[in-house]
T-cell receptor, first 114, second 112 residues
Framework: DVKVTQSSRYLVKRTGEKVFLECVQD?????MFWYRQDPGLGLRLIYF???????EKGDIPEGYSVSREKKERFSLILESASTNQTSMYLCASRSPLGGANVLTFGAGSRLTVL | DAKTTQPPSMDCAEGRAANLPCNHS???????VYWYRQIHSQGPQYIIH???NNETNEMASLIITEDRKSSTLILPHATLRDTAVYYCIVRAIDTGRRALTFGSGTRLQVQP
């Protein structure tokens, strides 16, 4: 089975700190995604990457950047964390199964910014 | 992507079948129906998908009506661990450069 591993399950950071959220998948998938999930707002796409060093903005990229130096790793970076970035962050990897939209998600990283 | 409509919540007794409906009356011929679920504080989990034929896997069955305007996800013997939010998503096969859009889903509560 595909496994998507997010480095930290829970993080607490202070306003202005730089935050790195790491995501690793073990099945050589080309597509990887970062979402955030907030009560009442559902899952919203921040960024996605369709290949190494390739990225595209999602619906809410402001305040975030990403890095994909290796195929298996997709990092989300908060350059200067703010309290409105307190959220659950979810990484996903896309199966190439015939072009189907089968995503495998990590367990999530719950970030609190004080 | 076609819009989907799901009931906000449902209850089911443990051991009984859970039947979760989804309406997608504007579905196009090339759009698939996908089901995911999200157990509290975890990432969403893919369950099943189909185009027009009924599908079954180890987790669930997917029944799609002949006109494809609605579908039902069936968990044949619900357990307490099936308590989750279930999302129905309609989407065509594509390059994957657009993200899946998750609506508000159906919150299924399995009762002991």
């Amino acid at each position: 089975d595909v496994k998507v591993t997010q480095s930290s399950r829970y993080l607490v950071k202070r306003t202005g700190e730089k935050v790195f959220l790491e995501c690793v998948q073990d099945m050589d998938h080309e597509n990887m995604f970062w979402y955030r999930q907030d009560p009442g707002l559902g899952l919203r796409l921040i960024y996605f990457s369709y290949d190494v060093k390739m990225k595209e903005k999602g619906d809410i990229p402001e305040g975030y950047s990403v890095s994909r130096e290796k195929k298996e790793r997709f990092s989300l970076i908060l350059e200067s964390a703010s309290t409105n970035q307190t959220s659950m962050y979810l990484c996903a990897s896309r199966s190439p199964l015939g072009g189907a939209n089968v995503l495998t998600f990590g367990a999530g990283s719950r970030l609190t910014v004080l | 992507d076609a819009k989907t409509t799901q009931p906000p919540s449902m209850d089911c007794a443990e051991g009984r079948a859970a039947n979760l409906p989804c309406n997608h009356s504007t579905i196009s011929g090339n759009e698939y129906v996908y089901w995911y679920r999200q157990i509290h504080s975890q990432g969403p989990q893919y369950i099943i998908h189909g185009l027009k034929n009924n599908e079954t896997n180890e987790m669930a069955s997917l029944i799609i009506t002949e006109d494809r305007k609605s579908s039902t996800l069936i968990l044949p013997h619900a357990t307490l661990r099936d308590t989750a939010v279930y999302y129905c998503i309609v989407r065509a096969i594509d390059t994957g450069r657009r993200a899946l859009t998750f609506g508000s889903g159906t919150r299924l509560q399995v009762q002991p």
